[in-house]
């Protein structure tokens, strides 16, 4: 989602972003107001209950956010997109009573917008305090558009406590079971009922013609078996460091700022490897090339003589020691590279790979291996 968006604001150290679809979104409910109404306000209108709702949106996740990170979770940030919002952790909580009260807390905020605009309604106007409402009605009263604003929240926290995992109230679900069943199965269980409700949502989206619900009904579905393999790979790779999986030294082939492009690209060609560590004359790492910045400089070659023109100088390190899935993983995901350096004390080690995060499984068999043979041998 990241590479579809962009930045809007930061708040409590966490970027918020907005998918570009949400801008389509815009204006199709701009196009359907000014139908309904007639004129340019009822497209003002509609757009601005639109925002209104995406506010909330985005208030519901600032709940979720801001109880992860009191509980030692970071929040790399917030997207807005046009099913809803998805706050993006760095690490998933360890213990199923965070992953309960990181939860419950969105539906929380909801809640408490719904009685504040409640009450709005009904002591500062008179009105009912929550209700259905015709914007492009005439005579539309403040006391109705609070009202309604309540009634959108309210209907927020219901939605949202679904049991439809990885939706916040199949989070809950899974986080209940965990405590009994662990992590895994507690997953696996929690995302069978969550493709159920899926397959719910999408069949009657389709019937009644709610598209949005369809789109709800796929991510649900994608959501909660994508969900599923992260946390069976968090626990292969449980215990495993960068050092266990990443290629070493001896295996990884170097340049150095004065190989010619066209030496560059023969290695990409017809090796194995996909990104290059670039070293000095006294062997220290001073950049890094990627097969993919090779590969789109191969389109104008008389630009990039040297290696030195087309490196990248900042780029992401890791520690032999870092934990694979916490550190590793996330490292790699961050920064988008195929490879990155795996240094200590300045030296360069090695380099860790995405298919190396492949190899956590036949690491971890051959750990359990070794530690088996040691037990018999010291029975």
Aim: net charge negative.
């Amino acid at each position: 989602m990241g590479g579809g968006s962009f930045k809007i604001g930061r708040a409590f150290g966490i970027d918020v972003r907005v998918h570009w679809t949400f801008l389509f979104l815009l204006v199709f409910f701009a196009g359907y107001g000014y139908v309904q109404g007639g004129n340019l306000t009822g497209a003002v209108l509609m757009t601005g209950l639109i925002l209104a709702l995406f506010a909330f949106v985005l208030l519901h996740e600032y709940g979720h956010s801001l109880v992860a990170q009191r509980l030692g979770t970071e929040i790399l940030d917030i997207t807005l997109l046009p099913i809803g919002g998805l706050a993006r952790m760095k690490s998933l909580p360890e213990r199923p009573a965070d992953e309960v009260k990181i939860a419950l807390a969105g539906p929380l905020v909801n809640v408490v917008l719904a009685l504040a605009l409640g009450a709005i309604a009904y002591l500062g106007f008179g009105s009912a305090p929550l209700q259905m409402v015709d914007i492009h009605a005439p005579g539309l009263t403040g006391g109705a558009v609070f009202a309604y604003l309540a009634l959108l929240n309210a209907v927020l926290a219901v939605f949202n406590l679904v049991p439809a995992f990885p939706m916040d109230g199949g989070r809950v679900l899974r986080g209940l079971l965990a405590a009994r069943m662990g992590a895994v199965r507690a997953t696996e269980a929690a995302a069978a009922v969550g493709k159920a409700f899926a397959f719910l949502f999408f069949f009657y989206g389709l019937l009644s013609g709610n598209f949005v619900l369809v789109l709800v009904a796929v991510f649900i579905f994608f959501g909660a078996g994508g969900e599923t393999q992260m946390v069976r790979q968090r626990e292969t790779m449980r215990g495993l460091s960068v050092a266990d999986v990443m290629g070493t030294r001896g295996r990884t082939e170097t340049v150095t700022p004065y190989h010619t492009f066209g030496q560059v690209l023969d290695m990409v060609i017809h090796g194995y490897q996909e990104d290059f560590p670039v070293v000095d004359e006294e062997d220290r790492l001073v950049g890094m090339l990627t097969r993919r910045e090779i590969l789109a400089a191969a389109h104008s070659p008389e630009r990039y003589a040297t290696v030195r023109d087309l490196m990248r100088t900042e780029f992401p390190t890791v520690s032999p020691t870092a934990d694979l899935f916490e550190e590793g993983q996330n490292l790699l995901l961050e920064s988008g590279l195929r490879g990155i350096p795996v240094v200590e004390g300045g030296e360069l080690l090695g380099v860790f790979t995405v298919e190396d995060i492949g190899q956590a499984g036949l690491a971890r068999a051959a750990a359990g291996g070794a530690r088996g043979k040691n037990r018999v041998h010291a029975g």
